[in-house]
T-cell receptor, first 113, second 114 residues
């Protein structure tokens, strides 16, 4: 049972435009959500997070939106740059399990010049 | 400040064998988490060690075991290897054991079981 789903395996965006990556979850007990970025042959690196008490968090070009009623979050990258080409993972944690992250399968973002 | 390093980077084993993967945590971090990432999937939590004690475990059988040492480096041991154990094994260190602590990942060990 996949509790965190990233339904788009890949996404192609023109440089300078907005990239929107989506993530859906099924467990209403999740209270903390994170996005990680992964380049080939490297481990994932933390990008941005959001607590369930918020609906938006910004960090420079990156903004995460959380819609709890729809059990949906999205990552917006504006403007998209060639260095943003990577695999993006959405992850979530449970209220009563403060050590384990549940990860989506990832979305490969390709920024076209 | 050194980052998280994992060894070896690649490993080939045959079914039934045993394997040990190693991870050195980032300076100042006392928590190590291990994840398995199969091809085309997201990382799956194996277990976490906090100050040398197992602090939590995912849905993996007992043949997956671990250790954390006084310097907070860690080992992942897998006994009786199965073909489905072929995956990228990722180690991550953090300053604490809760999920709102950022995880710092190594580059992983690619294990192939033939």
């Amino acid at each position: 049972d996949q509790q965190v789903k990233q339904n788009s395996p890949s996404l192609s965006v023109q440089e300078g435009r907005i990239s929107i990556l989506n993530c859906d979850y099924t467990n209403s007990m999740f209270d903390y959500f994170l996005w990680y970025k992964k380049y080939p042959a490297e481990g994932p690196t933390f990008l941005i997070s959001i607590s369930s008490i918020k609906d938006k968090n910004e960090d420079g070009r990156f903004t995460v939106f959380l819609n709890k009623s729809a059990k949906h979050l999205s990552l917006h990258i504006v403007p998209s740059q060639p260095g943003d080409s990577a695999v993006y993972f959405c992850a979530a944690s449970l209220i009563d399990s403060n050590y384990q992250l549940i990860w989506g399968a990832g979305t490969k973002l390709i920024i076209k010049p | 400040e050194t980052g998280v390093t994992q060894s070896p980077t690649h490993l080939i084993k045959t079914r039934g064998q045993q394997v040990t993967l190693r991870c050195s945590s980032q300076s100042g971090h006392n928590t190590v988490s291990w994840y398995q990432q199969a091809l085309g999937q997201g990382p799956q939590f194996i277990f976490q060690y906090y100050r040398e004690e197992e602090n939590g475990r995912g849905n993996f059988p007992p043949r997956f075991s671990g250790l954390q040492f006084p310097n907070y480096s860690s080992e992942l041991n897998v006994n009786a290897l199965e073909l489905d154990d072929s995956a990228l094994y990722l180690c991550a260190s953090s300053k604490g054991a809760t999920t709102n602590e950022k995880l710092f990942f190594g580059s992983g060990t690619q294990l192939s079981v033939l």
